[in-house]
């Protein structure tokens, strides 16, 4: 039975994908390292550390750790220039809506997020009220694909992993999920979403319930064809469901 649900950030409930891609942008100009809108898909879903070292590997660049933790600070400073004018306008559609009748109907809800921002964001946003935990880039040590944010949200929701649902829109973000025995219902296209449960454009005409019963049946479906094996092929969460 699912009875929390946690939630990615950006790309899931606000669109900062395009500030974090400029602000990127910038600092590579600085560095003379060539960046384009492709290099930025491999910064989704993980740490701004993470995404430096990527950035200093494609321009062969070797820093020593206090220069990579001043640029980390001067992107981080730059993007925060940027997201001060945020506005519950800035939600993507539907979020707002879904997260209050998740509440109305008794799910325990958690944001996971890398980022550092996290609750800055949340307050502009005008939504910190619909989470009962927030687990953001200043309360963990490993960034996505290590499960460590969603796990720490099922600790704070008093949950275990099983009774969890994750809703992410990166690659890192729905194997980290896995990884800590969750499902995860990817926010984007099966195509670029492959390993997800479930794949939904965004959260615009949908319903908690109404979401986890398409889940319910998408397994049910699985069962038909793989009868006997079903447990093993969906990692044992038919029965959970």
Same mark, same amino acid.
């Given at each position: 039975?699912?009875?929390?649900?946690?939630?990615?950030?950006?790309?899931?409930?606000?669109?900062?994908?395009?500030?974090?891609?400029?602000?990127?942008?910038?600092?590579?100009?600085?560095?003379? %390292?060539?960046?384009?809108?492709?290099?930025? /898909?491999? *910064? =989704?879903?993980?740490?701004? @550390?993470?995404? +430096?070292e990527i950035l200093l590997?494609?321009?062969?660049?070797?820093?020593?750790?206090?220069?990579?933790?001043?640029?980390?600070?001067?992107?981080?400073?730059?993007?925060?220039?940027?997201?001060?004018?945020?506005?519950?306008?800035?939600?993507?559609?539907?979020?707002?809506?879904f997260l209050r009748v998740?509440?109305?109907?008794?799910?325990?809800?958690?944001?996971?997020?890398?980022?550092?921002?996290?609750?800055?964001?949340?307050?502009?946003?005008?939504?910190?009220?619909?989470?009962?935990?927030?687990?953001?880039?200043?309360? %963990?040590?490993?960034?996505?694909?290590?499960? /460590?944010? *969603? =796990?720490?949200?099922?600790? @704070?929701?008093? +949950?275990?992993?099983?009774?969890?649902?994750?809703?992410?829109?990166?690659?890192?973000?729905?194997?980290?999920?896995?990884?800590?025995?969750?499902?995860?219902?990817?926010?984007?296209?099966?195509?670029?979403?492959?390993?997800?449960?479930?794949?939904?454009?965004?959260?615009?005409?949908?319903?908690?319930?109404?979401?986890?019963?398409?889940?319910?049946?998408?397994?049910?479906?699985?069962?038909?064809?793989?009868?006997?094996?079903?447990?093993?092929?969906?990692?044992?969460?038919?029965?959970?469901?």
């Amino acid at each position: 039975m699912i009875r929390g649900l946690l939630f990615d950030l950006d790309g899931v409930l606000v669109n900062t994908n395009p500030l974090h891609a400029r602000a990127w942008q910038e600092l590579a100009e600085e560095l003379g %390292i060539p960046f384009t809108p492709a290099d930025y /898909e491999a *910064f =989704l879903g993980i740490s701004r @550390a993470q995404c +430096l070292e990527i950035l200093l590997k494609k321009g062969n660049r070797s820093l020593s750790e206090s220069e990579k933790e001043r640029l980390c600070t001067r992107k981080n400073d730059r993007y925060r220039e940027m997201i001060d004018t945020l506005t519950p306008a800035a939600l993507l559609p539907g979020v707002s809506e879904f997260l209050r009748v998740a509440r109305a109907e008794g799910y325990r809800t958690a944001l996971g997020s890398v980022s550092k921002n996290a609750e800055f964001i949340l307050k502009k946003l005008e939504i910190t009220a619909f989470f009962d935990a927030v687990i953001d880039g200043r309360k %963990i040590v490993n960034g996505k694909p290590n499960p /460590e944010v *969603f =796990l720490k949200g099922a600790e @704070a929701l008093g +949950l275990p992993p099983e009774q969890c649902l994750v809703f992410e829109d990166s690659a890192a973000g729905i194997e980290a999920a896995h990884r800590g025995g969750m499902k995860a219902i990817g926010i984007g296209t099966a195509r670029l979403l492959p390993s997800a449960e479930l794949t939904i454009p965004g959260f615009s005409g949908v319903m908690p319930d109404a979401l986890l019963a398409q889940l319910l049946s998408h397994f049910y479906q699985i069962d038909t064809v793989y009868r006997g094996t079903s447990e093993q092929f969906c990692f044992g969460w038919t029965a959970s469901l």
